[in-house]
């Protein structure tokens, strides 16, 4: 019995050694595919509702057909109807989630001063070292360059490039991102730049004795040159006075969800005064 | 043999190690045209699988792609993609090509890259308005064309010693 059993495990290591190549690939797709499973982006949604879809056609033609045992036939009713539920629940959630975030834009849209055109991102830059995102609104729809991108919840970035229906947009996360800022409490300018985190970027500029608190607003400065004054950066998330030089270490979290990024608003006005307004600084803090 | 084992994944670890800051640094920047940007931890990615056997190309070609997943937060896509490559550049291994290799290395990179990027951008077509044959034209050729020129020059600037070191021997396969 004993040497039955090493003749086994003998055979089984001998059919994982020839194999291990194999094995290891298999491994490594497996790993793969549940990494793409944690995402959360329309690809993703595309191909669960592909699945959803083939997996009940399967279950459409290759359900029991025998009427011998009522018990199956009922089972695959079920089934098919759990399925048919599945994927309409699919589709009333996405259709949910998009309904809230129109509902969200429709009434930011309302209540902001300046004159905006909604757009759709059609296609967000594959590269992490160009981060642009291309917008469904051209110069025909009155998008040039230099004028800014915002969603109801602050600044996304800049147009840097226009064609007649479509238009190039460079976000926060860009290494060559920069823009004057300020500190809502305490008025302190600086500049902020990407320091390669997602969702977050640098403050430069603001000496170590300074008040800074974590949970400052940010917010465009009067002196920046493409942006209007007091559209919202983000939030101070963290603050380092332990490096080398006399400024602090100042990281923001930007108040924009670039990963969930889908539809945004270009600022087609360029006039200083509606965004000088006092109580401008909080219609991204939903104040107003 | 466990020794040189142990070196060979140290230089190649730093060799990576090197080439991804290089590429989020310098090649990012310096090198890009356009959008179209070459992608060393790919070529390093088909070097590996192609010199020293499917499976140290494959578990590469996974944390590669890992490190730039994490970039881009795309996770599993370039790790899935790289893995792939990496395993299947080892099929185009050939005692009698290693003659030619520095001509025949960069046209793998490139068929390699080419099939890297289908798979990646055909995935990024997925579910959304962009046209996978223009996406695929436009980035992915363009692309896998850069890798493989680059190949060729990194072929060349790279030491006869280290080259000789990493050697795939099909007799002498390493014990990983």
């Given at each position: 019995?004993h ?6 495990l ?13 094995l ?7 790993v ?5 499973q944690?995402n959360?982006?329309?690809q993703?949604?595309?191909?669960r ?18 009427e ?8 695959n ?5 759990n399925?048919d ?17 129109l ?13 905006t ?10 590269n ?8 469904n609104?051209?110069f025909?729809?009155?998008v ?17 490039d226009v064609?007649d ?9 860009d290494?060559?991102f ?6 809502q409490r ?5 500049i ?7 969702n ?5 500029g ?5 008040d ?19 559209f ?8 380092n ?6 400024f602090?270490?100042i990281r ?8 969930r ?15 000088s ?6 219609v991204?803090?939903?104040e107003? | ?5 142990n070196i060979?994944?140290?230089s ?16 990012n920047?310096v ?17 590996v699988?192609f010199r020293l ?17 994490v970039?881009?937060?795309f ?10 490559v ?9 005692q ?6 520095k001509?025949?290395?960069p ?6 890259s ?12 997925l579910?959304?308005?962009l046209e996978?044959?223009?996406l ?5 050729v363009?692309?896998s064309f ?11 600037m790279t ?18």
């Amino acid at each position: 019995m004993h040497w039955k059993f090493r003749n086994l495990l003998d055979g089984l290591y001998q059919i994982i050694d020839i194999y291990r190549n194999y094995l290891v690939l298999l491994g490594l797709i497996i790993v793969s595919v549940f990494l793409l499973q944690a995402n959360n982006n329309p690809q993703l949604t595309y191909i669960r509702q592909r699945v959803i879809f083939i997996s009940a056609l399967l279950a459409n033609h290759s359900g029991d057909q025998s009427e011998a045992i009522e018990s199956v036939r009922d089972w695959n009713l079920l089934r098919q109807e759990n399925i048919d539920l599945a994927k309409r629940n699919i589709v009333l959630e996405d259709a949910y989630l998009e309904n809230v975030k129109l509902r969200q834009m429709l009434k930011f849209s309302a209540r902001f001063p300046l004159q905006t055109i909604p757009a759709q991102i059609i296609f967000k830059s594959p590269n992490p070292r160009f981060s642009t995102l291309t917008l469904n609104k051209g110069f025909r729809d009155g998008v040039r360059k230099r004028q800014s991108v915002i969603t109801d919840k602050g600044l996304v970035g800049l147009i840097v490039d226009v064609s007649d229906d479509y238009s190039e947009c460079q976000i926060l996360l860009d290494q060559t991102f920069r823009a004057a800022a300020k500190i809502q409490r305490t008025r302190l300018n600086g500049i902020v730049f990407w320091q390669g985190q997602p969702n977050e970027v640098g403050f430069y500029g603001v000496l170590k004795n300074l008040d800074v608190r974590v949970g400052d607003v940010i917010l465009t400065s009067d002196y920046s040159e493409f942006f209007l004054p007091n559209f919202c950066i983000g939030v101070v998330s963290g603050i380092n006075n332990e490096i080398a030089g006399i400024f602090k270490d100042i990281r923001i979290q930007t108040a924009v969800d670039f990963n969930r990024l889908e539809e945004v608003f270009v600022v087609t006005d360029t006039s200083k005064t509606a965004s000088s307004r006092s109580g401008f600084e909080n219609v991204f803090l939903g104040e107003q | 043999m466990r020794r040189k084992r142990n070196i060979l994944i140290a230089s190649i670890s730093l060799t990576a190690l090197a080439f991804y800051f290089l590429q989020i640094t310098f090649v990012n920047t310096v090198l890009a045209v356009g959008q179209n940007v070459p992608d060393l931890l790919l070529i390093l990615a088909i070097f590996v699988g192609f010199r020293l056997g499917p499976m140290p190309g494959s578990i590469f070609g996974f944390v590669a792609g890992f490190f730039q997943d994490v970039l881009t937060g795309f996770y599993g896509l370039q790790s899935l993609t790289k893995t792939l490559v990496g395993f299947f550049s080892n099929l185009f291994i050939n005692q009698r090509v290693l003659l030619i290799e520095k001509y025949y290395f960069p046209l793998i990179v490139l068929i390699g890259s080419l099939l890297h990027d289908a798979f990646y951008y055909w995935f990024q077509s997925l579910g959304s308005k962009l046209e996978f044959g223009s996406l695929f034209l436009q980035y992915g050729v363009v692309n896998s064309f850069y890798n493989g020129i680059l190949a060729f020059l990194l072929y060349l600037m790279t030491p006869r010693k280290f080259l000789d070191f990493v050697h795939y021997d099909p007799r002498h396969e390493f014990d990983y």
